[in-house]
T-cell receptor, first 118, second 113 residues
């Protein structure tokens, strides 16, 4: 149980275009989902906390107008990278917890999206 | 910000040996979690230890937590080639009602057959 599906797994786009990444909790409801970014051989950096039915909470230094997050239902959060630049190329990972937003239980992760901006 | 620091950053051992990875953190925690990541994939939860626990076991995994030293260790016994992966500790932080999981820098473990 507790499966998180992330799509697409890989995407290549041209500079200036926008890319949407979907994160779905398949067998549980998630009022809160988390978006992370990971550079090669580095740790996960929390970008934002996605809250169902309300605005996302962004970490310091993350541009909310560039990384648009929508959490329209209890099973789906989307991250849209707008006007992508080569420096946005990275590995983006979403996660969710079945615990109604409380993190006393483990997070379940999607398999990540490798974004390459040319 | 990342508050967890892991040591070593990379570890290479022979199959069958034990692997020990350490994690230090800076603030008070509710729990500490260990995750594993295979290259280019998402993370898989391994074990969660609560702040009032000192040791926890799961199969070949043993996790310790010393809140006085703000440190934790992950021991993998009788390592296998399939254990090759990156291992991250993560601490749960609460601030103004919001919770988030903050990851350490990770240890890249290589098990040589």
């Amino acid at each position: 149980g507790a499966v998180v599906s992330q799509h697409p797994s890989r995407v290549i786009c041209k500079s200036g275009t926008s890319v949407k990444i979907e994160c779905r909790s398949l067998d549980f409801q998630a009022t809160t989902m988390f978006w992370y970014r990971q550079f090669p051989k580095q740790s996960l950096m929390l970008m934002a906390t996605s809250n169902e039915g309300s605005k996302a909470t962004y970490e310091q230094g993350v541009e909310k107008d560039k990384f648009l997050i929508n959490h329209a239902s209890l099973t789906l959060s989307t991250l849209t990278v707008t006007s992508a630049h080569p420096e946005d190329s990275s590995f983006y990972i979403c996660s969710a917890s079945p615990g109604s937003g409380r993190l006393n239980s483990p997070l379940h992760f999607g398999n990540g999206t490798r974004l390459t901006v040319t | 910000s990342q508050q967890g620091e892991e040591d070593p950053q990379a570890l290479s051992i022979q199959e069958g040996e034990n692997a020990t990875m350490n994690c230090s953190y800076k603030t008070s925690i509710n729990n500490l979690q260990w995750y594993r990541q295979n290259s280019g994939r998402g993370l898989v939860h391994l074990i969660l230890i609560r702040s009032n626990e000192r040791e926890k076991h799961s199969g070949r995994l043993r996790v310790t937590l010393d809140t006085s030293k703000k440190s934790s260790s992950l021991l993998i016994t009788a390592s296998r080639a399939a254990d090759t992966a990156s291992y991250f500790c993560a601490t749960l932080s609460s601030f103004q009602g919001a919770q988030k999981l903050v990851f350490g820098q990770g240890t890249r473990l290589t098990i040589n057959p």
